[in-house]
């Protein structure tokens, strides 16, 4: 998998736009499938998983993997995540890890799904900036 940084919170603001996504997740945690559960709501940052039975996985990194079937393909895309908090009504996942198809993928569904393409647009270049200058301080200090 690629190195992929989970984006911040700001204290009183969340780092990223959260859109309506109703797709069923299956969730792995150390190697073990949990189920298959209802995701709620996406972000660049990471997903609500709406099902109060995984109130005992919190702290836990876990595996997420996602199939999308189209007409004439499908794609399973997977995530490597951790339980940041747990609400009655299910979990909130960060990622931590992904592959760049899962990326784009997501960058895809939150764009489409958003009521403010424009504004998450600008968050993506914001994004890509602060890559594109961690990557280079990493090969001038290697």
Request: glycine residues 6%; contains cysteine; aromatic residues 8%.
């Amino acid at each position: 998998m690629k190195s992929f940084t989970a984006p911040t919170l700001l204290p009183e603001k969340r780092r990223h736009t959260r859109v309506i996504f109703t797709r069923t997740v299956r969730m792995s945690v150390n190697d073990s499938v949990v189920g298959e559960f209802p995701a709620r709501n996406l972000s660049m940052g990471g997903l609500f998983i709406g099902d109060a039975a995984l109130a005992d996985v919190v702290e836990e990194e876990c595996q997420l993997e996602l199939r999308e079937k189209g007409e004439h393909s499908s794609l399973i895309l997977k995530f490597s995540a951790k339980v940041v908090r747990v609400e009655p009504a299910g979990i909130a996942v960060e990622f931590t890890d992904m592959e760049d198809d899962s990326f784009m993928f997501l960058q895809t569904m939150v764009l489409y799904a958003s009521d403010d393409p424009i504004g998450i647009a600008k968050d993506f270049l914001e994004d890509f900036s602060l890559i594109s200058n961690i990557e280079k301080t990493d090969s001038a200090s290697g």
